[in-house]
């Protein structure tokens, strides 16, 4: 089974970009279709973006849209979250999480593996 390990996060200004990375351990990283999930203060853990084992497909919380990109390097077992222009309700802690190659990495429910997570704070 796989172990990530989040990265990247950070306070900046609205409007602002960060990268979040995602380390992943284990030999059988390829295998596994991987997502980003975020929660904030008294909120639920919700999607935020998801891609298929080999990066070929990916999804997208509609809020995030044109604004987010998912991507991965199965050879350095790394998945990436780019967010641009970044707003205030991005703010939460942003979770890493993996799923059977077969799955599509869309809801909590299918996550079998969590990061620890890594905090964004966005400012207005």
């Known amino acids: 089974q796989v172990q990530l390990v989040e990265s990247g996060g950070g306070l900046v200004q609205a409007g602002e970009s960060l990268r979040l990375s995602c380390a992943a351990s284990?030999?059988?990283?390829?295998?596994?279709?991987m997502g980003w999930f975020r929660q904030a203060p008294g909120k639920e853990r919700e999607f935020v973006a998801a891609?298929?084992?080999?990066?070929?497909?990916?999804y997208y919380k509609d809020s995030v849209k044109g604004r987010f990109t998912i991507s991965r390097d199965n050879a350095k077992k790394m998945v990436y979250l780019q967010m641009n222009s970044l707003k205030p309700e991005d703010t939460a802690v942003y979770y890493c999480?993996?799923?059977?190659?077969?799955?599509?990495?869309?809801?909590?429910?299918?996550?079998?593996?969590w990061g620890q997570g890594t905090l964004v704070t966005v400012s207005s």
């Open positions: 999480a993996a799923a059977d190659a077969s799955s599509v990495l869309v809801r909590t429910a299918t996550a079998e593996v």
């Open positions: 284990g030999r059988t990283f390829s295998t596994y279709a």
């Open positions: 891609i298929s084992w080999a990066g070929a497909n990916t």
